[in-house]
């Protein structure tokens, strides 16, 4: 889309890229009124959470779980500047899928912080994360939890997919929780191709790639 375009098309105060992502969560979620989290002040105007904001979404797919889709990776407002990039903002949303856990008493707002803290990595190292990458959660993925959950790796989400926003295209990346075993394996032979061979053994018995923190 040219600056004409889109100057004609959106107003200066309008969420452009919000927007977009809402659209296809009302796709998915017609009538859900999702749980939204955001920092008291957005980074733009100095605070510390890149993020400005995780929605949390209860599905019924494949399993009742709750999905998080985050607000901030991607252009989200207004830019005529950019209007033409072929990326929106770093080119992606984080997502997360999981499964319901006694201890989070239907709150599950540690994964907001998950996702925050990803996301100032990507902002202060100016390194983001890619399909089939993975990291170390450095402990267990829930603070203080009993889980073979200890890292993650990254997939395209399976519902969500890709995106053409007027900011740019965007891909929602999912977050998927791995037990310690499996990133040890993954660490012999680190390439996305060995990531890639993981994530698609744990789709056959979990095709939304669903994390469970009971998972062995």
């Not at 296809?24 to 009124?33: F, G, I, S």
């Not at 991607?74 to 950019?82: A, H, Q, R």
Request: hydrophobic fraction near 35%; aromatic fraction near 14%; include cysteine.
């Amino acid at each position: 889309m040219n600056k004409e375009d889109y100057k004609s098309k959106f107003d200066e105060d309008e969420a452009v890229g919000w927007l977009s992502i809402d659209k296809l969560t009302d796709k998915w979620y017609p009538n859900q009124e999702p749980k939204h989290y955001g920092p008291t002040l957005k980074y733009i105007l100095g605070g510390e959470e890149p993020l400005d904001g995780v929605s949390i979404y209860k599905s019924k797919n494949q399993q009742e779980h709750f999905h998080f889709i985050s607000y901030g990776m991607s252009n989200l407002y207004y830019d005529l500047e950019n209007c033409d990039a072929d990326f929106s903002g770093w080119g992606f949303e984080f997502t997360f899928r999981l499964a319901p856990f006694t201890e989070d008493n239907n709150e599950p707002t540690w994964v907001i912080s998950l996702m925050q803290n990803l996301a100032k990595y990507v902002f202060n190292s100016k390194k983001w994360f890619e399909e089939y990458h993975f990291i170390p959660a450095n402990g267990p993925i829930r603070i203080n939890t009993e889980t073979a959950i200890t890292a993650i790796a990254f997939i395209e989400d399976p519902e969500m997919g890709k995106i053409k926003t007027p900011n740019g295209e965007l891909q929602f990346l999912q977050i998927v929780g791995i037990t310690t075993e499996e990133f040890e394996q993954l660490k012999l032979n680190p390439t996305t191709t060995e990531t890639k061979k993981l994530l698609d053994k744990l789709k056959k018995e979990n095709s939304l790639l669903i994390t469970d923190l009971k998972r062995k």
